[in-house]
């Protein structure tokens, strides 16, 4: 009881429904359910997408690519992610995974697959790890782990459909060509969404300045 006095003090009460109408909350949870949706829907179809076009033995490396380019993207990000504005790196994030389903959507050659997998695998680690660095860096500490377990319970209920949305999609079309634009919708959707306050602000700043001329 002395722990949450002591916590209550340090800041702002906690309250889960001004938490949620909050357009951070907002802006972190609902662009990282739509990427991890279409980052978890296509890892689960990568192989079946790939293997008739390459094959299987082929196809499997592009997921050990693939992975390896996660671990690179995420030590590369460490590098520099507390230098800059974390939404800006995680639109950076998105943008990047975008590119990389262009390419698999694209479907030029062997080389351009192998390219989209390592964009788009340099990406998967960081929208583990962004979405908590984001609240650290906007919300009260205090409430740090209140929140940031509310938005991986909404990421986790959400990406759970992205298998099967994907195969629905596939399904439905007879090819991958409708799934992959619906993940790369959702990926550029997202790429905007989080970095919407910071876009807010710039285009604030230089309503302003006209304003002052």
């Given at each position: 009881?002395?722990?949450?006095?002591?916590?209550?003090?340090?800041?702002?009460?906690?309250?889960?429904?001004?938490?949620?109408?909050?357009?951070?909350?907002?802006?972190?949870?609902?662009?990282?359910?739509?990427?991890l949706?279409a980052?978890?829907?296509?890892?689960?179809?990568?192989?079946?997408?790939?293997?008739?076009?390459?094959g299987?033995?082929?196809?499997?490396?592009?997921?050990?690519?693939?992975?390896?380019?996660?671990?690179v993207?995420?030590?590369?990000?460490?590098?520099?992610?507390?230098?800059?504005?974390?939404?800006?790196?995680?639109?950076?994030?998105f943008?990047?995974?975008?590119?990389?389903?262009?390419?698999?959507?694209?479907?030029?050659?062997?080389?351009?697959?192998?390219?989209?997998?390592?964009?788009?695998?340099?990406?998967?680690?960081n929208?583990?790890?962004l979405?908590?660095?984001?609240?650290?860096?906007?919300?009260?500490?205090?409430?740090?782990?209140?929140?940031?377990?509310?938005?991986?319970?909404?990421?986790?209920?959400?990406?759970?459909?992205?298998?099967?949305?994907?195969?629905?999609?596939?399904?439905?079309?007879?090819n991958?060509?409708?799934?992959?634009?619906?993940?790369?919708?959702?990926?550029?959707?997202?790429?905007?969404?989080?970095?919407?306050?910071?876009?807010?602000?710039?285009?604030?700043?230089?309503?302003?300045?006209?304003?002052?001329?």
């Amino acid at each position: 009881q002395a722990e949450i006095a002591k916590d209550r003090s340090a800041g702002p009460a906690w309250q889960l429904s001004t938490v949620l109408r909050s357009r951070n909350f907002q802006t972190i949870s609902i662009p990282f359910a739509l990427g991890l949706t279409a980052q978890v829907g296509f890892l689960t179809h990568q192989v079946a997408y790939l293997a008739p076009m390459v094959g299987v033995g082929a196809a499997g490396w592009a997921v050990s690519l693939t992975t390896f380019s996660a671990v690179v993207g995420r030590m590369v990000t460490g590098l520099f992610v507390d230098k800059v504005n974390r939404r800006v790196a995680a639109c950076g994030n998105f943008c990047i995974q975008t590119v990389g389903t262009g390419l698999l959507i694209s479907n030029v050659s062997a080389a351009t697959l192998y390219l989209g997998c390592v964009l788009f695998g340099l990406g998967v680690g960081n929208m583990i790890s962004l979405p908590a660095l984001i609240v650290q860096q906007e919300f009260p500490k205090q409430h740090f782990s209140r929140i940031v377990g509310r938005i991986v319970a909404i990421n986790q209920f959400t990406f759970a459909f992205g298998p099967g949305l994907l195969g629905y999609l596939q399904r439905a079309e007879g090819n991958y060509t409708t799934a992959l634009v619906t993940c790369l919708v959702m990926q550029a959707a997202a790429a905007l969404i989080v970095v919407s306050s910071v876009l807010g602000r710039i285009l604030r700043r230089l309503s302003r300045a006209d304003a002052r001329h």
